[in-house]
């Protein structure tokens, strides 16, 4: 599975991607399915292929993101210690993910610490954009 260049995965070692690849799966998902909602036990984090996700809050709450570029994180919580998601997340067309076991990459990642600082890293990156796209747009 290869992704762009300005993706999770990018800078890391090759042996690194290729082990982090081993604990995924792909899979697809159809318009309407639902990935987990907020409060679900959060075991897994997925990363957009193709297609839309809505995070929102609650089964119907307010949209908080749109996961609709290639590489996106979704349920990246996961990876913070929470044991629950924060949000809920719904496909709105035809959708591809790799979905990635928790515990199986937090073990990888406890052993190569250069790519768990660059993946954290990008990570930050991601929710401080996301966390700006939240700030009121008019003064």
Same mark, same amino acid.
């Given at each position: 599975m290869?992704?762009k260049?300005?993706?999770l995965?990018?800078g890391?070692?090759k042996e690194f ?7 995924s799966?792909?899979?697809s998902c ?5 990935l987990f909602?907020?409060?679900d036990?959060?075991?897994?984090? !997925?990363?957009?292929l193709?297609?839309?996700?809505l995070l929102?809050?609650?089964? *119907?709450g307010? +949209?908080?993101h749109m996961? #609709?570029?290639t ?7 996961t ?7 924060s949000a809920s997340?719904?496909c ?5 993910l790799?979905? !990635?076991?928790r515990?199986?990459?937090?073990r ?5 610490? *250069?790519?768990? +600082?660059?993946?954290f890293? #990008? ?7 996301r ?9």
């Open positions: 290869h992704f260049q300005g993706d995965f990018w890391m070692s991607v290729q082990e982090a690849m081993e604990t799966k792909k899979i159809d318009e309407g399915d639902i909602q907020e409060g036990p959060a075991h897994h984090f !997925f990363i957009l193709k297609g839309r996700v929102s809050q609650g089964k *119907e307010p +949209a908080v996961a #609709r570029h590489g996106e994180f979704i349920g990246w919580s990876l913070t210690g929470r044991d629950f998601f997340a719904k709105l067309e035809p959708t591809s790799l979905k !990635f076991e515990d199986r990459f937090l990888i990642l406890e052993t190569n610490t *250069e790519n768990a +600082a660059i993946l890293k #990008r990570l930050a990156k991601t929710l401080g954009k966390l700006i796209e939240t700030y009121p747009t008019t003064v």
